[in-house]
């Protein structure tokens, strides 16, 4: 059964190209290559999204399915929003209002009485 | 009977009290009357009403600052001045004095904001027969910014211009708008004003000839085999579609704009000159000068990523240039490309391929097994 593996928030940076995104992967790395990673992106703060934060972000969702875990995104700003529509990469995602969501919807598939507990799965900010 | 006409463009409506925006009536800084709709300026085709009603002197006093757009709006049959936006309601004072002085009997002196569908005649009757030296006309929403002058009352003219066509020195009855009118505030106005067009609300007619029952295309379009193309939509003069493109939903593409494989555009417009990447998904949306403005999120963003949008080189030799340049860097890309794939293809074959004797469930726990990419994709909890 499904224990307290911590689900891990990432906030993203204003801007979100090569050289950034780059930076930023190398940032969450650690935790796209725990055993079955929990992970969840702001995207409240970014303002510019390209191409390169775009195949960062499918970069690491494939990292993340290949361990078994999931990447959740949260928050997401207008550009942000956008971008991902005009590249079709919003339907690869699971979106939430905020991180707190995104972070409560890892214990979506618990039975309602475990989900209800305090103490579970508190979401760390990285 | 001489009736002229000045049109006054660049300068933005004065809002009420409270209703400001900074950026209403334009689309990255170019009013959105020089934009074009189904092929043509606004501009144009409020001077082609006018001079179909018999109003051949016609004068721009235009305010805003130069622009691509801009350059596309101007016309050699109508007399242009430029000036600052803050000279343009004094250059409209002095333009009218002129007309008047050359003989003019009414001037229509309108600021093109709005489009409005205009009887002309009605109008210039409804002038005459009032009896008044100035008409305004109003729509139901409030004031249109157009005004029947008489030529013959100076003060009353200049005190009307003075006061941006919103104030009259003596109070006369207002010709009330019957017609299509769109008043041309946001890039969302923009595409409605296409869209009512595509519904034969307007008089608009695409600029292009219609292919097919609610496809238009204008000459020049290269459009690739195998791109769909759904009625009503509009593709402009020497735009370029790559193959496997969608244009659907009454999206209009303007001229000398370059849709790339695979990518969709559903009710959107295009302003001329811009550039579409790969497998994209335009939706509700207006796109020109490196801006997106997405209808439905209610915002504007601008895309520095030239794979994604862009906009193209506004001379006819840039371009060609700019196509020769990126066909030069295609070759040695793809041949870089091509070796990386074959080294990569190489590693590949060279690693060894050994299953494992038998089933250990602790080793299988520790190591979380490595799956293709297209796997990758699947949720494990189905669409949590």
């Known amino acids: 059964m499904e ?36 992970l969840v992106f702001d995207l409240a703060q970014v303002k510019q999204l390209d191409a390169a934060g775009i195949e960062m972000l499918l970069q690491c969702v494939s990292e993340v399915m290949k361990r078994d875990g999931d990447l959740k995104l949260a928050s997401l700003s207008k550009q942000a929003e956008i971008v991902l529509e005009l590249t079709r990469t919003d339907r690869l995602f699971e979106i939430y209002e905020n991180a707190t969501e995104a972070a409560r919807s890892f214990s979506g598939f618990l039975p309602n009485a475990m989900r209800s507990m305090p103490s579970y799965q508190q979401p760390i900010a990285a | 009977m001489d009736v002229r006409a000045i049109l006054i463009t660049g300068v933005p409506a004065e809002l009420d009290a409270g209703a400001g925006s900074e950026s209403i009536e334009t689309f990255s800084g170019t009013p959105l009357v020089f934009l074009p709709v189904l092929g043509k300026p606004v501009l144009h085709r409020v001077i082609e009403r006018l001079q179909r009603n018999g109003i051949e002197a016609i004068t721009i006093i235009n305010g805003a600052e130069e622009s691509p757009f801009l350059t596309d709006a101007r016309r050699s049959e109508v007399k ?31 600021r093109v904001g709005a489009y409005a569908e205009l009887d002309v005649d009605a109008l210039l009757q409804f002038h005459l027969d009032q009896h008044s030296h100035i008409t305004l006309v109003e729509a139901e929403d409030g004031p249109l910014d ?31 708008m019957i017609g299509y009118c769109n008043r041309l505030r946001s890039a969302a106005d923009l595409r409605q004003l296409a869209l009512d067009s595509f519904a034969l609300r307007t008089t608009i007619q695409p600029d292009g000839e219609q292919v097919r029952p609610g496809v238009w295309v204008a000459p020049k379009a290269r ?19 790559r193959g496997g493109a969608l244009i659907t939903r009454g999206s ?55 794979s994604l949008i862009s906009m193209l080189p506004a001379t006819s030799g840039l371009r060609t240039l700019s196509h020769a340049a990126s ?58």
């Open chain 2, 146 to 176: 157009i005004a029947v002058l008489s030529g013959s009352r100076r003060n009353d003219a200049t005190f009307l211009l003075r006061n941006k066509l919103r104030k009259l020195r003596v109070s006369s009855p207002a010709f009330p």
């Open chain 1, 3 to 38: 224990t307290s593996r911590p689900v891990v928030v990432k906030r993203m940076p204003e801007k979100l190209n090569q050289r950034e995104s780059r930076k930023f992967f190398q940032d969450v790395q650690p935790f796209l290559t725990a055993d079955r990673p929990q």
């Open chain 2, 327 to 384: 066909l030069l860097a295609f070759v040695p890309r793809q041949i870089v490309r091509h070796a990386a794939s074959t080294k990569v293809r190489k590693s590949r074959a060279e690693e060894p391929q050994s299953a494992p004797a038998s089933f250990d469930p602790a080793v299988a726990c520790e190591v979380a097994p490595e799956r293709p990419t297209a796997v990758a994709g699947m949720r494990r909890y189905g669409n949590q």
């Open chain 2, 223 to 241: 459009i690739a085999r195998g791109v769909r193309l759904v009625a009503p939509c509009f593709v402009g003069a020497y735009t370029r579609i």
């Open chain 2, 252 to 306: 209009t593409i303007e001229h000398h704009c370059v849709i790339d494989g695979g990518s969709v555009v559903e009710n959107s417009t295009m302003l001329p000159l811009s550039y579409l990447g790969k497998g994209l998904d335009l939706m509700h949306s207006v796109v020109g000068s490196k801006k997106l403005e997405s209808l439905s999120h209610a915002a504007q963003v601008e895309i520095e990523d030239s």
């Open chain 2, 80 to 110: 242009w001045k430029d000036f600052d936006a803050s000279d343009v309601w004094r250059a409209a004072q002095e333009e009218f004095s002129d007309s008047a002085q050359a003989g003019a009997e009414i001037v229509i002196a309108m």
